[in-house]
């Protein structure tokens, strides 16, 4: 795995590294080649330098002859002290002169060749004075050649035997006899004369090359190799030499052949009608390829590049493997997120399939998008049938043939009474048959897909019981008030002396019955009310009412009963419309409660008002009575069911202990919101406020 | 029509029978011919053409609204002023009975002030009608 990851930067570093080597190599080439160059250059340089004072110097040695065979031809006689001084000045002048003579031909007897003796010689005392120059052929040859061509002869020197290089050049200096001037023993008279320079090549090449020529030293020195060619044999080496400071002195002995491959410069001597071949050779060869500067650069420059490329490699691997792991853990959050919402969709697709419920998406066409088996059970159609059909297929007639005009008003002004509410309708299954439904609908607001949610409740069963209990207090109700119908009919008969005089007694029993069998009348209404109330099943017929008009119909209605208690009702009431939206017989029996309970707690002869103002839209009546106020501690409790301030106090035993609870719920099923103020010990207001219907409302005196 | 007021009660409580022919007839002054079922109220009033029919709701064998869908049905009943005397309390019952083409629902138990005004107002009615 790590070889795996480290693979491209093995591979870039081996790579790179081959590229080094490869360019190094290169670098090297190029710059032996440039340095071979030169070296040819500069050796070019040398080679010449050295046969250019080559030849000057042999050519200025055997010069001698010309000089001295001009300076000789002119003279009368060649004396010998003269000879000996002019000869001494080149001998001196040039060391590799090895000797200069004078020849002068001697006639023999006829037929005899002619000698060709030595007059003078210098040095002298090197035997060269008795020499004679034709005992060797191929001197005698040169003289006789150089008497009869006048130009100079070149033939091989006097120590030919031992040194190949020694020469010697004849010249004629005088062709005819020159006329005596007298007898003088010291001066020779010749007819005819030659003059021999001998020299040694090797001793003049060294002489060159101890000049320490321009640029021999800058190619380590030369190899120098003469060669004679005058011969008509094979070409063999006359001398050799090499500078002293080439180590690996004297050089190799080669042929001409093998002193002529390889880097070399030829230049060809003339001497006395001769020449010799000089061959020049470097003495050190060019050092083979080797580590240059620029291939030392270019390994350098390679290895950092590699390294560094190498490293940045490395670096991107590290980064790369941090990225990796990074979308791993990322890839493995979003899979686990995925788990978890897969797992909340099954959760939900759970309680969806599962509820009792029916749950329905709808798209803005009122057809239906999706279905759980609940609507399917409850409707008996299969969902994949329902799955694109209007939902107005659930509905029984009239509201199927109307379906599509509630969805064509929704999407016109988007109002509607179903949705956002919870109704009661009542559905179709597919045998036919109907059944109650409550149905929730929501707007969903997702833009593409569903537009609304339905939530379908079968409230059969529910229907059923409420229908049940409804029977029961129905029956439970007339089994009541059947009796109590003869009975305090009877009664009143018996009280309003229908029947016959009663004893004072006796009409009061009457009283006390007749107010018992009407306090069981409220509270059988009562405990209706409140089982309506509980199970919401309180139902108000709303319609405009003007509150002046209510007001004085709870008045009129509990006058009777104020004037039982000895106490005055009075009005204070609105000028003008003073119109509310409600229920008339449950307002009035809000106002009945209030009224009744302000005369039960008043005292004889005190005042009850009734008045109406109206604020901000609204209607508030208030009934105020000059009664002992609620205590303290009751408050909290006013307004819940079978609540009593003092169940032992005697106006108050005609309540039920329901009326304040039940107006409490009338009036909050208007919209409006009842409250008390009392302050003890005198006087409690009861105030409700409902919406006002229209129109000012101002108060009024009262009357 | 009499000058007296005449009454048809048919209610199965003859308790009730009594007590509602005391109010008519010691506070009203009305003639009161009270029987205890449907059918003999749809015989009696076929026989005597009362000014108006006081009907019970709950009654064994025929009940209120029957008698009311038969009465209807008898010749010279079609617009007989009839009012319903009934202990039911639930306004869904009170509707139903309203649709019956009652003239007047009483809910039991009432005074008798209120019932005496009520057959009075009924009368009065059909005295007024063409």
């Given at each position: ?216 030293q800058a190619v380590g020195g030369v190899d120098l190799y003469l060669f004679t060619d005058w011969s008509q044999g094979p070409v063999a080496p006359l001398h050799v030499h090499q500078v002293d400071q080439h180590p690996s002195s004297p050089a190799p002995a080669l042929t001409a052949a093998g002193a002529q491959e390889g880097v070399h410069a030829v230049h060809r001597i ?385 309540g039920t202990g329901l009326g304040l609870s039940i107006a409490k719920a009338i009036v909050e099923a208007h919209g409006g919101s009842i409250w008390f103020e009392s302050a003890a010990p005198r006087g409690t207001t009861f105030s409700f406020r409902l919406l006002s219907a229209e129109g000012p409302v101002t108060a009024g005196a009262p009357t | 029509m009499s000058p007296v007021p005449r009454v048809l009660h048919v209610d199965d409580d003859p308790a009730i029978r009594e007590v509602v022919r005391l109010m008519l007839e010691g506070i009203g002054g009305m003639e009161v011919d009270s029987v205890e079922g449907g059918p003999a109220a749809l015989a009696r009033a076929s026989q ?83």
């Amino acid at each position: 795995m790590a070889l795996t990851r480290h693979a491209p930067t093995i591979l870039l570093s081996g790579l790179g590294l081959l590229a080094t080597v490869g360019s190094v190599r290169l670098a090297n080439r190029y710059e032996y080649g440039r340095d071979r160059a030169r070296h040819q250059v500069a050796f070019a340089d040398a080679a010449s330098s050295v046969m250019l004072a080559l030849e000057r110097e042999v050519t200025a040695q055997l010069g001698v002859v010309e000089a001295m065979s001009a300076f000789f031809r002119g003279s009368e006689r060649v004396e010998a002290e003269e000879f000996r001084t002019f000869a001494a000045v080149f001998l001196e002048r040039f060391p590799g002169l090895e000797a200069v003579l004078w020849l002068e031909p001697t006639p023999e007897e006829a037929g005899a060749p002619t000698r060709y003796g030595v007059r003078f010689a210098e040095p002298a005392g090197a035997g060269l004075a008795a020499l004679d120059f034709g005992s060797r052929a191929t001197w005698r040859a040169a003289a006789e050649e150089a008497q009869r061509t006048g130009s100079s002869v070149s033939v091989e020197g006097l120590e030919a035997a031992e040194r190949p290089l020694s020469r010697v050049v004849v010249r004629r200096a005088r062709e005819k006899e020159v006329p005596g001037q007298g007898a003088r023993e010291e001066v020779a008279v010749a007819r005819a004369g030659l003059v021999v320079a001998s020299t040694h090549l090797d001793d003049v090449a060294a002489l060159v090359l101890d000049e320490r020529l321009p640029g021999v030293q800058a190619v380590g020195g030369v190899d120098l190799y003469l060669f004679t060619d005058w011969s008509q044999g094979p070409v063999a080496p006359l001398h050799v030499h090499q500078v002293d400071q080439h180590p690996s002195s004297p050089a190799p002995a080669l042929t001409a052949a093998g002193a002529q491959e390889g880097v070399h410069a030829v230049h060809r001597i003339p001497i006395g009608g001769a020449s010799v071949l000089a061959v020049v050779r470097p003495a050190a060869p060019l050092a083979a390829p080797g580590w240059s500067t620029l291939g030392v650069f270019v390994l350098l420059a390679g290895v950092a590049l590699t390294g560094a490329s190498a490293v940045a490699v490395a670096t991107l691997v590290s980064r790369t493997d941090s990225v990796t792991r990074l979308v791993d853990a990322r890839t493995a959050m979003l899979r686990s997120a995925t788990w978890e919402l897969e797992a909340r969709e099954r959760h939900l697709r759970a309680i969806v399939e599962n509820t009792v419920d029916g749950i329905l998406t709808i798209d803005d066409q009122g057809r239906i998008c999706t279905a759980n088996p609940a609507v399917e059970r409850m409707f008996g159609f299969p969902v994949e049938d329902l799955v694109g059909q209007p939902v107005s297929v659930l509905m029984p007639e009239p509201h199927r043939g109307r379906h599509e005009g509630y969805v064509q008003r929704y999407r016109a002004d988007r109002a509607s009474r179903v949705v956002g509410g919870l109704n009661e309708v009542e559905g179709q299954r597919a045998d036919g048959t109907r059944f109650p439904l409550e149905l929730s609908v929501s707007a969903l607001g997702l833009g593409d897909g569903p537009a609304f949610l339905g939530v379908l409740r079968d409230i059969s069963e529910r229907k059923a019981v409420e229908r049940m209990k409804d029977e029961f207090v129905s029956t439970v109700s007339h089994e009541l008030r059947t009796p109590l119908t003869s009975m305090l009919g009877s009664l009143e008969l018996l009280r309003d002396g229908l029947l016959g005089p009663l004893s004072e007694t006796a009409s009061r029993m009457v009283d006390v019955a007749y107010d018992s069998g009407e306090r069981l009348v409220r509270l059988i209404n009562d405990i209706l009310d409140m089982e309506r109330i509980s199970t919401g099943g309180l139902r108000l017929r709303m319609e405009v009412l003007d509150g002046t008009e209510l007001l004085e119909a709870a008045a009129q209605a509990n006058r009777g009963f104020a004037d039982l208690h000895g106490v005055l009702l009075a009005r204070e009431l609105a000028t003008g419309p003073a119109l509310v939206l409600g229920d008339r017989d449950r307002l009035l029996q809000v106002l009945t409660n209030l009224i009744g309970n302000a005369v039960k707690f008043s005292p004889p002869g005190g005042r009850v008002l009734l008045s109406m103002v109206r604020t901000d839209g609204h209607i508030v009546v208030h009934v105020t009575d000059q009664g002992p106020g609620i205590p303290e501690d009751f408050r909290a409790r006013v307004f819940q069911p079978f609540s009593q301030a003092d169940a032992t106090d005697r106006r108050g035993s005609g309540g039920t202990g329901l009326g304040l609870s039940i107006a409490k719920a009338i009036v909050e099923a208007h919209g409006g919101s009842i409250w008390f103020e009392s302050a003890a010990p005198r006087g409690t207001t009861f105030s409700f406020r409902l919406l006002s219907a229209e129109g000012p409302v101002t108060a009024g005196a009262p009357t | 029509m009499s000058p007296v007021p005449r009454v048809l009660h048919v209610d199965d409580d003859p308790a009730i029978r009594e007590v509602v022919r005391l109010m008519l007839e010691g506070i009203g002054g009305m003639e009161v011919d009270s029987v205890e079922g449907g059918p003999a109220a749809l015989a009696r009033a076929s026989q005597q053409r009362p000014d108006v029919v006081l009907l019970d709701v709950m009654m064994p064998g025929m009940d209120g609204p029957q008698t009311l869908r038969e009465l209807r049905t008898l010749e010279g009943c079609a617009d007989l002023p009839v009012i319903f005397l009934t202990a039911k309390v639930m306004r869904r019952e009170m509707g139903q009975l309203q649709q019956l083409g009652a003239a007047r629902i009483i809910q039991k138990p009432f005074r008798a002030r209120e019932l005496v005004e009520a057959v009075r107002a009924a009368v009065e009615e059909l005295r007024r009608a063409p």
